[in-house]
């Protein structure tokens, strides 16, 4: 058992990472659901998002990677592979690119 100091130093958080943060995508994966709270100006507030689980980590999938992934299905049904590109920050300013992958 470690004591409290050591515990914290070696504690990290879970959190949902990114689609974006994997190299290449197999579009074999199952998708989840998931949600979370957070608390914001004294209130709970419950999020609902789509998730892959690879190795136990769970990264979260955009609806707008699930949308231009859907146009490229339509063209291309035997796509296996894609990766994603994110850029800006924040709500708003976050995008994301879908790129096939041979």
Excluded: C, H, W
Aim: no cysteine.
């Amino acid at each position: 058992m470690a004591n409290i100091a050591d515990f914290a130093k070696a504690y990290e958080p879970k959190a949902t990472r990114n689609i974006a943060e994997l190299p290449e995508v197999s579009t074999d994966l199952e998708l989840e659901d998931d949600e979370f709270d957070f608390e914001k100006d004294g209130k709970t507030k419950t999020v609902k998002q789509k998730v892959i689980d690879i190795n136990g980590e769970k990264y979260r999938v955009p609806i707008s990677v699930i949308q231009q992934l859907k146009i490229m299905l339509d063209d291309n049904p035997k796509l296996k592979k894609f990766k994603v590109k994110r850029t800006g920050q924040g709500i708003d300013g976050t995008k994301y690119t879908v790129i096939p992958l041979v």
